[in-house]
């Protein structure tokens, strides 16, 4: 019987090569990642340590309020100087480096992982 992601894949996040194969829009993907049950509870607990504060909490404001799951990888992107606009377009009709920095945002912006696995082909 199939019961879901377990929250232990959650720690880990694949960055692929070409995430134009992807289906939908990244606004879409983000939306469905973030509403797994295993990816709520993960968001929960604590807040990984890092050397470069900068990249260790991206979903963290001037205040240390967090963001919610779906405006963090957005954030990110916008701070890499990725339109949001882009978030809307089917990702066939991004470029190859449109969309791999929306993939690189969305690995980085969602909470809870630990390990980013970057396809480097």
Do not use: C
């Amino acid at each position: 019987m199939f019961t879901g992601v377990p929250i232990y894949r959650t720690r880990v996040l694949y960055v692929p090569q070409r995430p134009s194969l992807l289906p939908s829009t990244p606004r879409d993907f983000v939306k469905l990642v973030t509403s797994y049950k295993s990816r709520k509870n993960s968001q929960s607990g604590p807040e990984p340590k890092a050397a470069n504060a900068t990249y260790a909490n991206p979903l963290a404001t001037g205040n240390g309020a967090k963001l919610g799951a779906m405006h963090g990888p957005i954030r990110v992107a916008e701070q890499w100087g990725v339109d949001e606009e882009l978030w809307d377009r089917p990702w066939g009709s991004l470029s190859g480096g449109e969309s791999q920095r929306i993939a690189l945002a969305v690995a980085v912006g969602i909470p809870g992982a630990e390990v980013l696995l970057l396809d480097g082909k």
